[in-house]
């Protein structure tokens, strides 16, 4: 079982028969369900087990396969891949994080059976803010109470078990949350209340629930009292490098959409792909999907290789990444004019799929909620780490080369010491040639990434920080998203490279590296390599693969 | 501003104050008949006629403020209505008087009109239809399908795009008026409504013609360049729709950051969620300076509208999408939830708001065309030539302006843009204005910058890229010399209103602007402005239903 066969059996999208073709899909979304056809297809291939470590029975031993895998998904359905399992494989790293033995074996012959973990972390008066979460777990002699509203959960209602975050202690602080792993609610203590609709996902369950007094054993607990926040902590570091790298797929797909639009519809006596700002566009969007993939890439590596230096990947991966995916999808809109704004048709999809990713930029932990998470960690990294660590081991860029086994205890909540990522950057020599003014550029930016961070106030690294110390959670990103592809490249010489290189120096700042006449060279080799990987169906991310469509 | 104007809108934001409702139509994909019924009993339909038709379409700034008023209520609303006045627009240029009165009466009487331009296979190629108009004994028949058309079924009336001669000729089409109530049955048929992203309860559907009846309007070659000359106003106009959703936007935003707490805060009280803010209604008064004088224009600098509609189209619906797509992020879960938070109404703004970007000639439409001028407006800047007296009325917001001379609308600008080219005096004349004077010189600089590039532009009829990225550049430049000149020339009178103090909209504007051209251009970004105190002007207007913009009326009651 492997992303081929996945892709085989969800066929060609165009296909008017295909259960799981657009049509299809789109057909869903307008019942506002989800795609029932793709659900049994899911189950009868088993998907559940991604989530499952393969100790305990399932296929999980490389988080690179999982994205991969969900990346196919979501790139026919997103709202497939948020409906069908994210939520258990969010439920999923709490559980193997911190579960006992046999919560752990519980949990994962439930997934094994095809059953569905909800994730009850969401309290819309609080949204991010987890550590002022309302809901309550009251110890009683036998277990413990659970009363307060739980909202936005995706499949509360249908799921057949749910991990849930709630206040155990009313002191402040980090240590007053402990999560609980429940299968069973007693009916009378809680209420639903009916589903939200969203204007994207449309055939996501989101359900809240109202609970009072809702006795839940003992065993609940899911790992030590006190710890919820950290475990949560830790496991959304997997979850928070696993989106980005999924969210390829759905902009692989738009592009697919406009690249398509761009060379069958006629206008002005020729198909728009000859019109030179349609060109541009395209390869745009396709060297912002390829930064965004090399960028998760390295996230999803350093789990396994860089676990600690995860509390800044996270983070940095997830701020960056949702906003450029975002924005290519608003370029790509004015390639298909009119057509981006009809829900059927040969190019509905694309409307459909900026709908389902919409929420990329708040979802599962908001941008500014990352930035408040990389503040604090950016002085210390500035001032020991950059142009001081050694450079990461040539492996964690080696995409699809080898990893060692995931350790999740090796996931810390506490802050980055080291950041060897951005070591490969500091370690390279730049020459005159494109590549090397590139280099030079984003060592230039960490240098004064550096100045900056160093001179950071204590009042600045908190959310109270100012927009200038925000800027700068900013710019760190894109230097690691700038470090990362030049890594991933390595010394392969590619004209790709330059341009997702100047697609990220754009959101640096400051004079262009590039002449207009390079870029024009640069964008039209991307515009080719979208045109040839059209025609051949192939993706449009790192990997290139050959796809049903 | 006369107290009439404002007391109009007040009044049509009164009959709108339906937000259960419109998110209720929308989500039933029903078409807002009641809300439409209500513009047409306030009397919304006479600001579409000419007053030479019976009618009070003699002030196209108040019909842009109208419409801004409706649009923050509900953009499906204003789209269906306004609909009428972009489809009678062909009309009062190129019909006969009898025409014009036929169809000023019905207007007046609250009936819609469409403009089929649109065809499935072309969108924005005007010179390539396929619906063809023949000449018979009884007048002339129509052929072929229009689609995607808005008001195409509710509509009786409509004006059709139709080609007479040869495919691909600019004078080959003719531009008729058909009557649906008159035509034989079998010579026409409907289209059925399409699915929208938005707007989803709009008539979006389109017609099919089978040898149908239709009256020419003006002379049988003409239809392009009556089209073309009438889009100067549409386009324009276009404006009002992102300035009532922007506003909708800022004031659902503003009233969210207010009250919404994290870490025992509200949001509002803190630095980072102020500056997205500030940010986001800097943007907001720099697309309502362009809009106005935009409005304005069509009777102030008529002859250069070729250059001020491509603009305004482009610039003042890519900084609303702007707008939005920040403010969605301070939002979160409450932009893309349908009945949480007022109704869910910015999920519907948001995505109503993305066919004004498309529609009436997209962004990348407007930009081509403005490259095409950019040999006249780069000599025009040099020689830095201005039309005084109509500057100076394009700038007087709130006065009642001149006629429209319609003979004036041209399909190149022989004055090149006015408003830009003003910018090197206007500069000088601040220079003792501390506050803005360092904005205003990196404007100007910037500017001269731009227009250099344009003068090295070869005309071509596929530009390149660099010259859609100096278009964007330009249409910046102009909304940054809008700011300006509205600043001065309005300050001395408002200075005291909370948001005119220290010229605060105005530097939060301009330096937002600026930003926006180190992104284009590719160069660094300004010094930071501090805009604290504009986002807690509009945060708190937000709350209490006051102005947000600098030539807002304000709300007269709140949501």
């Known amino acids: 079982m492997n992303v081929d066969d996945l892709d085989a059996l969800m066929g060609d999208p165009r296909d008017p028969g295909n259960p799981m073709g657009f049509d299809a899909v789109l057909a869903a979304d307008e019942r506002q369900e989800m795609l029932a056809d793709g659900e049994r297809l899911l189950d009868g291939y088993g998907f559940n087990a991604e989530f499952v470590p393969t100790r305990l029975g399932g296929r999980l031993d490389r988080i690179d396969r999982l994205a991969t895998a969900l990346r196919a998904v979501w790139r026919r359905d997103p709202c497939l891949g948020l409906g069908y399992g994210f939520s258990s494989f969010i439920s999923g790293m709490n559980i193997w994080t911190a579960g006992d033995d046999e919560q752990q074996r519980g949990a994962a012959k439930l997934l094994l059976d095809n059953g569905k973990i909800a994730a009850a972390f969401h309290e819309l008066d609080h949204g991010n803010d987890f550590a002022h979460a309302g809901f309550t777990a009251r110890a009683v002699a036998d277990g413990w109470l659970l009363s307060g509203r739980k909202e936005v959960v995706t499949n509360l209602r249908r799921a057949d078990a749910l991990v849930l975050f709630a206040r155990t202690s009313s002191a402040a602080g980090s240590r007053a949350h402990s999560q609980f792993l429940i299968d069973e609610l007693p009916g009378d203590a809680v209420r639903h209340l009916s589903r939200l609709r969203s204007s994207g996902m449309r055939g996501v369950q989101l359900g809240r629930a109202e609970f009072t007094d809702c006795p839940v054993p003992g065993g609940a607990l899911l790992g030590e009292l006190g710890q919820g926040m950290e475990i949560a902590l830790r496991s959304y570091q997997v979850t928070r490098a696993v989106f980005p790298a999924v969210s390829v797929g759905p902009l692989d797909t738009a592009l697919r959409l406009a690249a398509e639009f761009a060379h069958d519809r006629r206008l002005y006596g020729g198909v728009i792909a000859d019109i030179p700002y349609v060109q541009a566009i395209l390869a745009r969007s396709f060297a912002d999907l390829l930064a965004v993939d090399a960028l998760s890439t390295v996230a999803v590596r350093s789990l396994h290789l860089l676990p600690a230096e995860m509390g800044v990947y996270a983070p940095a991966t997830k701020y960056l990444t949702s906003r450029m995916v975002l924005d290519a999808f608003e370029d790509l809109r004015s390639v298909l004019g009119a057509q981006a704004f009809l829900r059927d048709g040969r190019y509905g999809m694309f409307q459909k799929l900026h709908r389902d990713i919409a929420p990329a930029t708040f979802a599962h932990v908001s941008r500014s909620a990352c930035q408040v998470m990389l503040l604090p960690q950016l002085p210390r990294l500035a001032r020991r780490s950059w142009f001081a660590d050694p450079a990461a081991d040539p492996a964690v860029f080696a995409v699809d080369g080898p990893l060692p086994a995931l350790d999740l205890d090796r996931l810390t909540a506490g802050m980055a010491r080291t950041d060897s990522v951005i070591a490969t950057l500091a370690a390279r020599s730049a020459d005159a040639s494109p590549l090397g003014r590139f280099v030079a550029r984003f060592q230039g930016a960490l240098r004064l990434l550096r100045a900056e961070c160093t001179d950071l106030r204590p009042s600045d690294i908190t959310i109270d920080g100012s927009p200038a110390a925000f800027a700068l959670a900013d710019r760190y990103s894109v230097v690691l998203a700038g470090a990362a592809a030049l890594a991933v490249w390595g010394d392969r010489p590619d004209t790709a490279l330059l341009g997702v290189l100047d697609r990220l120096d754009g959101r640096l700042g400051g004079d262009s590296v590039l002449t207009p006449a390079e870029r024009e060279h640069v964008e039209r080799h991307l515009f080719g390599e979208v045109a040839r990987r059209l025609r051949e169906n192939r993706l449009l991310d790192l990997s290139a693969r050959r796809v049903p469509g | ?559």
């Not at chain 2, 649009?71 to 190129?94: E, F, M, N, P, Q």
């Not at chain 2, 386009?235 to 800022?250: I, N, V």
């Not at chain 2, 000599?379 to 109509?390: P, S």
Request: aromatic share 4%; with cysteine; glycine share 10%.
């Open chain 2, 1 to 559: 501003m006369p107290s009439g104007l404002i007391d109009a809108e007040r009044a049509l934001d009164d009959v709108l104050d339906e937000s259960a409702r419109i998110a209720e139509l929308d989500a039933a994909e029903a078409f807002p008949a009641e809300l439409c019924a209500r513009l047409d009993s306030f009397g919304l339909p006479a600001y579409y006629v000419p007053a030479k038709w019976g009618g009070r379409l003699d002030d196209h700034e108040a019909l842009l403020r109208l419409w801004r008023t409706v649009a923050r209520r509900d953009l499906s609303t204003i789209v269906a209505h306004g609909k009428t006045y972009l489809g009678t627009a062909c009309v009062w240029l190129a019909g006969s008087d009898e025409q014009a009165a036929g169809v000023a009466k019905a207007v007046l009487g609250g009936a819609p009109v469409a403009w089929a331009l649109s065809e499935p296979d072309h969108g924005a190629d005007l010179l390539n239809g396929t619906v063809t108009a023949a000449a018979s004994t009884d007048g002339w028949q129509l052929n072929g399908a229009k689609w995607p058309i808005n008001n195409a079924t509710r509509a009786d009336l409509m004006t059709v795009l139709a080609r007479t001669g040869t495919t691909g000729s600019a004078r080959g089409q003719g531009l008729f008026l058909v009557d649906k109530s008159t035509l034989a049955s079998g010579t026409w048929r409907q289209l059925p409504k399409v699915a929208t992203h938005g707007i989803r309860g709009v008539d979006i559907s389109g017609i099919a013609f089978d040898g149908a009846r239709a009256e020419l309007l003006g002379e049988k070659g003409s239809g392009v360049e009556t089209v073309l000359r009438a889009l100067q106003l549409t386009r324009t106009m276009c404006g009002g729709l992102s300035l009532g959703a922007g506003e909708h936007a800022l004031r659902l935003t503003g009233r969210f950051v207010s009250t919404r707490i994290i870490q025992r805060k509200p949001l509002i009280d803190r630095a980072q969620p102020r500056s997205v803010l500030a940010r986001c209604a800097g943007l907001l008064a720099a697309a309502e300076a362009t809009a106005l004088v935009g409005a304005r224009s069509i009777h102030a600098l008529t002859g250069e509208m070729s250059v001020i509609s491509a603009i305004t189209k482009s610039v003042v619906p890519a900084l609303t999408d702007l707008v939005i797509a920040e403010l969605t992020e301070l939002l979160g879960a409450r932009s893309y939830l349908t009945e949480v938070h007022e109704h869910g109404a910015f999920q519907k703004l948001a995505r109503d708001h993305q066919i004004v970007s498309v529609f009436d000639g997209s962004t990348p439409v407007n930009r081509g065309a403005l490259a095409q001028q950019f040999g006249r407006l780069a000599r025009a800047y040099g020689a830095e030539k201005v039309n005084g007296a109509g500057l100076a009325e394009a700038i007087d917001v709130g006065v009642t302006p001149s006629e429209v001379d319609v003979d004036e609308l041209v399909l190149t600008s022989r004055g090149g843009c006015s408003i830009v080219q003003s910018l090197p005096g206007i500069v000088s004349e601040l220079a003792d204005r501390p506050e803005i004077g360092s904005l205003a010189r990196s404007l100007r600089a910037v500017t001269a910058r731009v227009v250099a590039l344009m003068a090295e532009v070869r005309p071509a009829a596929r530009p390149a890229m660099a010259a859609y990225e100096l278009a964007a550049a330009y249409e910046l430049c102009y909304a940054g010399a809008a700011c300006l000149q509205l600043w001065a020339a309005h300050e001395a009178r408002r200075r005291d209103e909370p948001l005119w103090q220290d010229a605060i909209w105005l530097r939060v504007a301009l330096h937002a602007v600026l930003t926006r051209l180190a992104i284009v251009l590719r160069t660094p970004g300004p010094e930071a402005v501090a805009g604290d105190r504009l986002a807690e002007l509009v945060a708190a207007a937000a709350m209490a239903g006051g102005s947000v913009t600098p030539f807002g009326p304000g709300a007269s009651s709140e949501r």
